[in-house]
T-cell receptor, first 113, second 112 residues
């Protein structure tokens, strides 16, 4: 069975600091990987996704993630965070079939002005 | 235009009641889902339907019964509501296998 672990549950950063959120998954086969963001009181929105090809994926709002197959990781990065990035971030994996997308527990990011 | 819409947005009800949450998507997607997000923000899939057919049922109590009258709609009916059912329920849809899911705004259910 597939599973996702996010190591940082609550991250507090000052504006302009760099961000890296860890995500590891467990599944031996081909996977599709996602990062979703949930702003306070809102629904989940897709930040970026990896299906195949270049393992460095660029998403919206300056976010990027790198798929490292040997480490089963898909870490999210942003060089300089803004106050508006305050949100909950979810890593997710789908190992194929009819879309059983499994989410990590989420990381709450708080950016201090 | 809202791609995935759920109603109601908020639902407060007493224990033991029966309630329904409706979901509609106008994206032409084949697959729809219900997710439950608990107070700790943990998201867990409950059901998945593909072309009105149940594909995934993740150990959800029988009190929860999804219904898909057509592939654009997936409603969730809950019988005999319990305190532990309080959560935010998200509907989502996707085009096919291996594509991202689009989420609705969520329904915050509070059972008192």
């Amino acid at each position: 069975a597939q599973s996702v672990s996010q190591h940082n549950h609550h991250v507090i950063l000052s504006e302009a600091a760099s961000l890296e959120l860890g995500c590891n998954y467990s599944y031996g086969g081909t996977v599709n990987l996602f990062w979703y963001v949930q702003y306070p009181g809102q629904h989940l929105q897709l930040l970026l996704k990896y299906f195949s090809g270049d393992p460095l994926v660029k998403g919206i709002k300056g976010f990027e993630a790198e798929f490292i197959k040997s480490k089963f990781s898909f870490n999210l990065r942003k060089p300089s965070v803004q106050w508006s990035d305050t949100a909950e971030y979810f890593c997710a994996v789908n190992s194929g079939g009819y879309q059983k997308v499994t989410f990590g527990i989420g990381t709450k990011l708080q950016v201090i002005p | 235009d809202t791609a995935v819409s759920q109603t109601p947005k908020y639902l407060v009800t007493q224990m033991g009641n029966d309630k329904s949450i409706k979901c509609e998507q106008n994206l032409g997607h084949d697959t729809m889902y219900w997710y439950k997000q608990d107070s700790k923000k943990f998201l867990k899939i409950m059901f998945s339907y593909n072309n009105k057919e149940l594909i995934i049922n993740e150990t959800v109590p029988n009190r929860f019964s999804p219904k898909s009258p057509d592939k654009a709609h997936l409603n969730l009916h809950i019988n005999s509501l319990e305190l532990g059912d309080s959560a935010v329920y998200f509907c989502a849809s996707s085009q096919a296998k291996n594509t991202e899911a689009f989420f609705g705004q969520g329904t915050r259910l509070t059972v008192v």
